[in-house]
């Protein structure tokens, strides 16, 4: 089974950056598609950004409009570890932010085409 453990969330003030890590254990990290999601108070959750497996595309990435320019998405393979930097950061950012892994290496938006997903980190952007 696999585990993914968020980290990295916090307060901080708009304009500034914060840095989201995601650990994964119990899988082949290197063969899965690994995204960012994030689900605010009274919202669905929605996609952030993709990272492919090394074998499909060689860690292609994928960005939501909202976040494009502003956030960066990477992965570790040694470390098992995935990355988001997030800058320039808006208090329409706040939001719990989950780490999700596909076992197919091709990225999705696609928040059903997940298999497993982390507890989530809390962002709060004030104004």
């Known amino acids: 089974q696999v585990q993914l453990v968020e980290s990295g969330g916090g307060l901080v003030q708009a304009g500034g950056s914060l840095r989201l890590s995601c650990a994964a254990s119990g899988g082949t990290f290197v063969s899965y598609a690994m995204g960012w999601f994030r689900q605010a108070p009274g919202r669905e959750r929605e996609f952030v950004a993709a990272i492919s497996s090394v074998t499909w595309g060689g860690g292609f990435t994928l960005y939501a409009d909202s976040v494009k320019g502003r956030f960066t998405i990477s992965r570790d393979n040694a470390k098992n570890t995935i990355y988001l930097q997030m800058n320039s950061l808006k208090p329409e950012d706040t939001a719990v932010y989950y780490c999700?892994?596909?076992?197919?290496?091709?990225?999705?938006?696609?928040?059903?085409?997940?298999?497993?997903w982390g507890q989530g980190t809390q962002v709060t952007v004030s104004s």
């Open positions: 999700a892994a596909r076992r197919v290496g091709v990225i999705t938006r696609d928040r059903l085409g997940y298999d497993y």
